[in-house]
């Protein structure tokens, strides 16, 4: 029973370790690609609330994802008081010469409800802060919308789709608009990406060892438990 605690812990501690540099594929060491496009606005409503989604620059991004938000997790409460409804998850991606040299492994990643932090474990290494982007990611497309859900810290990704803007209506007015970042070297705390995605895949899912090992864990715990009430009692 103490031996699956401890096992199970341990899994859980490692669950979410990143990859060797030796492990990443090579077109995640481009940048991400984007070209301004003329495109009308996009009309959508998503649990009662209208959205109008107005797309400014196609937008195709490789990348290592290194944290994430799902916006629906039960401590979320700023979108829901916000009723953003159609941002989906938030993807934390590293690409280009920080994905090649590995030196994302000296960063700690984190994530709250709207931004991706980050500190140096070991400073001094070549990490480059811009090749690194929290990306706000909405659909229309449940089936993006499921695939997006699936995926976990460590997977190596594609999306396609546009950086676009998008406003919130109730009863006919807008409430607040999102605006995202069209370029990567501002890395302040508003300097995010919203997508609207169209495509997305994982070009390689993270090694899964250490979350089914947990899981193992936590099966032979709730086994020991049985097991100990199983015991003959001594008289």
């Given at each position: 029973?103490?031996?699956?605690?401890?096992?199970?812990?341990?899994?859980w501690?490692?669950?979410?370790?990143?990859?060797?540099?030796?492990?990443?594929?090579?077109?995640?060491?481009?940048?991400?690609?984007?070209?301004?496009?003329?495109?009308?606005?996009?009309?959508?409503?998503?649990?009662?609330?209208?959205?109008?989604?107005?797309?400014?620059?196609?937008?195709?991004?490789?990348?290592?994802?290194?944290?994430?938000?799902?916006?629906?997790?039960?401590?979320?409460?700023?979108?829901?008081?916000?009723?953003?409804?159609?941002?989906?998850?938030?993807?934390?991606?590293?690409?280009?010469?920080?994905?090649?040299?590995g030196?994302?492994?000296?960063?700690?990643?984190?994530?709250?409800?709207?931004?991706?932090?980050?500190?140096?474990?070991?400073?001094?290494?070549?990490?480059?802060?811009?090749?690194?982007?929290?990306n706000?990611?909405?659909?229309?497309d449940?089936a993006?919308?499921?695939?997006?859900?699936?995926?976990?810290?460590?997977?190596?990704?594609?999306?396609?789709?546009?950086?676009?803007?998008?406003?919130?209506?109730?009863?006919?007015?807008?409430?607040?608009?999102?605006?995202?970042?069209?370029?990567?070297?501002?890395?302040?705390?508003?300097?995010?990406?919203?997508?609207?995605?169209e495509?997305?895949?994982?070009?390689?899912?993270?090694?899964?060892?250490?979350?089914?090992?947990?899981?193992?864990?936590?099966?032979?715990?709730?086994?020991?438990?049985?097991?100990?009430?199983?015991?003959?009692?001594?008289?």
């Amino acid at each position: 029973m103490i031996a699956s605690v401890l096992a199970a812990g341990a899994c859980w501690w490692m669950r979410d370790a990143l990859p060797d540099w030796s492990k990443i594929r090579q077109d995640l060491y481009d940048e991400p690609k984007q070209v301004r496009v003329k495109r009308p606005p996009i009309d959508t409503r998503v649990d009662g609330v209208d959205y109008r989604i107005q797309p400014r620059y196609s937008y195709d991004l490789r990348g290592l994802v290194v944290s994430l938000h799902d916006s629906e997790t039960w401590w979320d409460y700023a979108h829901k008081e916000w009723s953003d409804y159609l941002n989906v998850v938030d993807l934390c991606v590293v690409w280009g010469e920080s994905a090649r040299n590995g030196s994302y492994r000296s960063v700690s990643f984190s994530h709250s409800q709207w931004e991706c932090l980050f500190s140096w474990r070991e400073p001094g290494l070549p990490f480059d802060v811009t090749e690194v982007s929290n990306n706000h990611l909405i659909t229309v497309d449940p089936a993006v919308a499921r695939r997006l859900r699936q995926v976990r810290i460590g997977d190596q990704i594609r999306f396609r789709g546009y950086l676009a803007d998008y406003t919130t209506y109730r009863n006919g007015a807008p409430t607040g608009t999102r605006v995202s970042s069209t370029v990567r070297t501002d890395t302040g705390n508003g300097a995010c990406e919203v997508v609207f995605v169209e495509d997305f895949e994982i070009l390689r899912a993270a090694d899964r060892t250490w979350r089914t090992l947990g899981k193992i864990g936590v099966v032979v715990f709730l086994l020991s438990i049985v097991a100990w009430f199983r015991l003959p009692l001594k008289v």
